[in-house]
């Protein structure tokens, strides 16, 4: 049943270049790339704002080029791209006018959102900015006794709840501020809501009045609703004006994908670390392989979901070079695989055993990751199964049944090579892609 709702009508209109484009790179960047601790180094280790300041005197990225990163997005397969404008840190990497706790007043002298805008639009990315609706740097954000913020045991930092409305009067001007002087934004992602910080709290629905007013098109995602671990009510068949457009699942694919209480799918995103740190985290190797992330970013596919991928320039403003390499492996596996993945989403059939489905109207691609003895299984698939091919060279596989298959009969069975019944090596052990068209 198609829900008539409004909210939700409009919510499917505006993110069909989201469910077309699948796969976004998440970037945080800020002050905290100097620690060089994760980007909740001030709230982990309680430090001042004094202390912090150390950070922003010294901050000059004189390597920062976005132009290479968005090159590196581009050549990775990425379709957008979202950076942090203001993370919990309260420092702006913007020319706010609200504020002097910004990349224009430090050493970097620089409008850093701007120059990344320009950069990735300039490759043809959509573009969107991701922004705190926490802000330990405002001095009317609440502190003592908050669960999260660095001063939340310090007495002195009692603050008088009448004076968190200029809090709000600052946080909605500044998100004006971004949808009003930076050009057409795609995407809108507010961080995060909790306890009883959320929903009016933010004064969500006037300020969604306003980014629909700014910028109609432009995405939002549900947190100002909710936080990482849980959904707000984008899950209900009457959602909130500030609901969001998409769900936002974090450093997790869901096991069964997202829908909606009564089961229907809704947009979602799973955002995901590239090693266990948003921001930069100096001493975390802990990648995940290419392998890893392009299965991944087939398993939301096949979920109907997308796949943002963060990267943490460091302070300088480089991507570390161990994610430019993976970053260019995804994207030499996408560069022959991504019909695979653009614009397709869950398949009519259930999980097969040897990988994952995703389809796109009649075309069913079996991303193969575990290699078969014989023939390769298409459970329930006999008779419906036209031709086959290898996804990253157009060449013809076989759709015979051979006699080691012959007490299947409900399957159809696609071999990479000839004779049918011996077994082959998968031509890429990342993941082979087999397109099959459907009768
Ligand atoms: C969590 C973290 C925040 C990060 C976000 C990314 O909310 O608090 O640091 O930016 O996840 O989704």
């Not at 919510?11 to 699948?22: A, G, I, N, P």
């Not at 840190?89 to 990349?103: P, V």
């Not at 909605?172 to 929903?199: A, I």
């Not at 069964?256 to 740190?277: F, K, R, S």
Request: with cysteine; glycine share 8%.
């Amino acid at each position: 049943m198609t829900n008539q709702d409004p909210i939700i009508q409009e919510r499917t209109e505006r993110t069909q270049w989201f469910l077309q484009d699948r796969f976004g790179m998440f970037i945080h960047w800020g002050l905290y790339a100097i620690p060089a601790r994760g980007e909740w180094v001030r709230s982990v280790e309680r430090i001042s704002v004094e202390d912090y300041q150390t950070y922003y005197d010294e901050f000059d990225p004189v390597r920062y080029d976005p132009k290479a990163w968005a090159r590196a997005a581009k050549q990775a397969g990425m379709k957008y791209a979202v950076l942090t404008a203001k993370h919990h840190d309260g420092f702006c990497l913007f020319d706010s006018a609200l504020t002097t706790y910004k990349s224009t007043n430090t050493r970097a002298g620089r409008d850093l959102v701007r120059e990344f805008l320009e950069a990735f639009r300039a490759e043809g990315l959509k573009v969107g900015l991701y922004y705190s609706l926490i802000d330990w740097h405002h001095e009317d954000y609440p502190a003592y006794g908050d669960r999260i913020h660095p001063m939340r045991n310090e007495e002195s930092f009692v603050r008088n709840p009448e004076t968190f409305d200029r809090y709000l009067q600052y946080m909605h001007g500044q998100v004006k501020e971004l949808l009003t002087n930076y050009g057409k934004l795609d995407v809108m992602w507010f961080d995060f809501s909790y306890d009883n910080m959320k929903g009016e709290t933010w004064k969500a629905t006037e300020l969604m009045a306003m980014i629909r007013s700014l910028q109609p098109h432009i995405i939002v995602d549900n947190r100002l609703d909710a936080s990482g671990e849980e959904g707000g009510s984008i899950f209900t068949n009457n959602p909130l004006s500030y609901s969001g457009d998409f769900a936002s699942p974090e450093q997790i694919i869901p096991p069964q994908g997202v829908t909606d209480h009564e089961g229907n799918p809704i947009p979602w995103e799973a955002c995901i670390t590239l090693n266990n740190n948003w921001g930069y985290a100096a001493q975390d190797f802990q990648y995940k392989s290419p392998t890893t992330v392009i299965r991944k970013l087939v398993e939301c596919v096949s979920k109907n979901g997308n796949l943002l991928l963060n990267v943490g320039p460091n302070a300088l403003g480089e991507i570390p070079k161990e994610t430019l390499d993976i970053l260019a492996e995804i994207g030499d596996w996408i560069q022959k695989n991504g019909n695979s993945i653009y614009g397709c989403g869950q398949a009519d059939w259930p999980k097969p055993e040897w990988g994952r489905y995703t389809q796109k109207g009649n075309l069913l691609y079996a991303h193969l990751f575990e290699e078969s003895v014989g023939p390769i299984n298409l459970n329930g698939l006999a008779g419906k199964v036209k031709k086959a091919r290898l996804l990253s060279d157009g060449s013809e596989l076989f759709l015979n049944r051979p006699w080691s298959a012959a007490q299947y009969p409900d399957d159809a069975f696609v071999s990479l090579a000839r004779p049918e019944h011996f077994s082959y090596p998968l031509p890429d052990k990342r993941a082979t892609v087999v397109e099959l068209e459907l009768l």
